[in-house]
């Protein structure tokens, strides 16, 4: 697992071992998500939740984003994420954080420009996860979500 783009690019990243705790995102949809938000990436407050290894939040900070907050719930993924952000050379703009997604939302401030997610195949959090999300995103903000999490982003207006 490597950074695509951008000041990182091409440093390797670490990831647990199994899928028990994170399952990386391949490259490919990984390339895809970037692609969709390219333009908005440039100094975003970002928001990696279910961070999982950290990979795309810091991909976005490798590509110009101001900071990312990354947010896990297991303290040996958050460990990685550390670790990764160091090797990037991102670790200044990055603040890590651990917590269950919906409850870290309940309670944290934003706005995010961008929030990035990648939830694990098994848990159907999105859905509950993501009438939190608008509220904290800035009116003009963008939610990607990789293949394994299809819901749409509501609206302000549908809150």
Do not use: W
């Amino acid at each position: 697992m490597r950074v695509i783009a951008g000041t990182a690019r091409g440093k390797n990243l670490q990831a647990l071992p199994g899928e028990d705790i994170t399952r990386p995102t391949i490259n490919r949809v990984k390339e895809a998500m970037f692609s969709s938000v390219q333009f908005l990436v440039p100094g975003a407050r970002v928001l990696d939740l279910f961070a999982g290894s950290g990979q795309l939040g810091i991909e976005a900070l490798s590509r110009g984003a101001k900071s990312c907050l990354f947010v896990d719930r297991s303290t040996e993924a958050l460990a990685v994420v550390k670790a990764n952000c160091k090797t990037a050379g991102v670790d200044r703009q990055s603040d890590i954080r651990q917590g269950e997604a919906e409850s870290f939302l309940a309670n944290i401030r934003g706005p995010f420009d961008l929030a990035l997610l990648d939830p694990p195949f098994h848990h159907d959090t999105v859905a509950a996860v993501l009438p939190l999300l608008a509220a904290k995103m800035a009116p003009a903000g963008s939610c990607s979500a990789s293949p394994s999490a299809r819901p749409t982003c509501p609206s302000r207006r549908a809150l």
